[in-house]
């Protein structure tokens, strides 16, 4: 089987109702990154942490997948898939996707402070306050906050050295280093970038136009009717 990398970023997950934070409405815009997104603030302040991804993890729970997440499932009855995502949502795996790298964490999980490889499950949308690990210290949300290292970001690259097709949905790519990513796909590899912006021209990178929603379909119906196994 030819092995398709995808890698998602919040443009897919907004269409299902998620808010990001640089919508003018959105979740993030009466928070400083500072105040709710950074190991820092952690520390100055939990309880304020806590309740802003307590918020989030709600709105995610409330969430559906939308007909692009389910697309990229279906991708699977021929391809071998690999998803990358920069979102925080388990909306892949909800509609389907087996193998889901998630780079900056997962707001339906929690982590110890103290040790990185102790990652809990969270248990409905609210995480309390004092929450402790079997080592002692306080659980945090497991999220990759800003200022911290990506430590997925080398499996990620593997991965898309590998890849047979490329595809990029939702992203800007102005977000770094996981924009890197598309730096790893080789050469001779079929790439697309699913994005309405008429701003992004990327050399080698076949554009499609389109939100998600409406994009994903039509590219995922194209490669399946295409004999490239």
Not at 75 to 83: A, P, R, W
Not at 106 to 118: G, H, M, Y
Not at 193 to 208: A, F, K, Q, R, T
Request: aromatic share 8%.
């Amino acid at each position: 089987m030819k092995k398709v990398v995808v890698f998602t970023g919040s443009g897919i997950s907004a269409e299902s109702g998620i808010k990001t934070f640089r919508d003018h409405d959105g979740l993030w815009e009466n928070y400083k990154i500072e105040e709710v997104a950074t190991p820092q603030a952690w520390i100055r302040d939990p309880g304020t942490v806590l309740s802003f991804y307590n918020m989030r993890r709600k709105e995610v729970i409330q969430a559906r997948p939308n007909a692009a997440h389910i697309a990229l499932a279906d991708l699977e009855t021929h391809f071998k898939v690999q998803i990358i995502t920069q979102n925080i949502d388990d909306l892949h795996e909800r509609a389907g996707s087996s193998n889901v790298l998630h780079l900056h964490g997962e707001i339906t999980k929690a982590r110890s402070s103290a040790d990185a490889s102790l990652i809990y499950p969270i248990q409905g949308w609210e995480m309390q306050e004092g929450a402790l690990c079997p080592k002692g210290s306080l659980l945090r949300p497991h999220i990759v906050w800003f200022g911290e290292m990506v430590p997925m970001l080398p499996i990620a690259a593997e991965l898309v050295s590998d890849a047979d097709i490329f595809i990029v949905i939702g992203t800007s790519l102005a977000v770094y280093p996981a924009a890197s990513l598309v730096d790893y796909a080789p050469y001779d590899c079929l790439k697309f970038l699913i994005d309405p912006s008429e701003s992004v021209h990327i050399p080698g990178v076949e554009i499609i136009r389109s939100n998600a929603g409406t994009g994903v379909p039509l590219l995922v119906e194209r490669l399946l009717a295409m004999d490239l196994n």
